[in-house]
């Protein structure tokens, strides 16, 4: 599969209503603007994260299960819009979202989310896997991220419409602070 990564280079959206809610990369100029990386720090920040994304695509239900406290797994499930089969490459890439286009667009911002950090960071912490319907399509399908948020595998799911994450291992790789977790979620 081909995809071709756009950039948006023309000026900003004046009314959001007619911008395409399609994925594209922020500009060099908004990046510097916006510059507040997203750091995960706690199983809190990973589930706040994924429910803000639901809550950004539409979810009107969230089924959250963790296990360890969320160490080992979290796993969201939601019944929005889906990720569209064209931004699943760039769905977890740092600086590529589908809410905002330049940072005139703050102005008029209407999401939890905006920046295109939140799964890219939870990436770089856990191993993460996106399973994913829009309407449109016929079957959903799970992509397994590696930890730079790119897909690494894809295969067809029986899932319906809407989005399920699983966060498996959370700080597997740091194992001081996943202790620190692990004692403080205990109290």
Same mark, same amino acid.
């Given at each position: 599969m081909s995809v071709v990564y756009e950039r948006f280079n023309r000026g900003c959206s004046q009314n959001n209503s007619s911008v395409p809610k399609i994925m594209k990369q922020l500009p060099p100029d908004t990046v510097r603007l916006l510059s507040s990386?997203?750091? /995960?720090?706690?199983?809190?920040?990973? %589930?706040?994260? +994924?429910?803000?994304?639901?809550?950004?695509?539409?979810?009107?239900?969230?089924?959250?299960?963790?296990?360890?406290?969320?160490?080992?797994?979290?796993?969201?499930?939601?019944?929005?819009?889906? /990720?569209?089969?064209?931004?699943?490459? %760039?769905?977890? +890439?740092?600086?590529?979202?589908s809410k905002i286009f330049c940072h005139e667009d703050l102005e008029r911002l209407e999401t939890y989310g905006f920046r295109g950090e939140a799964l890219g960071s939870i990436c770089a912490v856990a191993e993460v896997a996106v399973i994913t319907k829009t309407e449109e399509e016929d079957i959903s399908t799970q992509y397994t991220l590696n930890f730079t948020g790119q897909i690494v595998s894809q295969k067809p799911s029986h899932l319906g419409q809407g989005k399920t994450q699983i966060i498996q291992s959370v700080f597997s790789e740091q194992p001081k602070s996943k202790t620190a977790l692990y004692n403080n979620s205990r109290r």
């Open positions: 990386s997203q750091v /995960i720090t706690s199983v809190l920040n990973v %589930v706040k994260e +994924l429910m803000e994304n639901s809550l950004d695509a539409g979810a009107t239900s969230l089924d959250i299960k963790l296990e360890n406290y969320g160490l080992d797994r979290i796993e969201m499930r939601d019944n929005g819009h889906g /990720i569209k089969a064209e931004d699943t490459p %760039v769905m977890a +890439l740092t600086h590529f979202t």
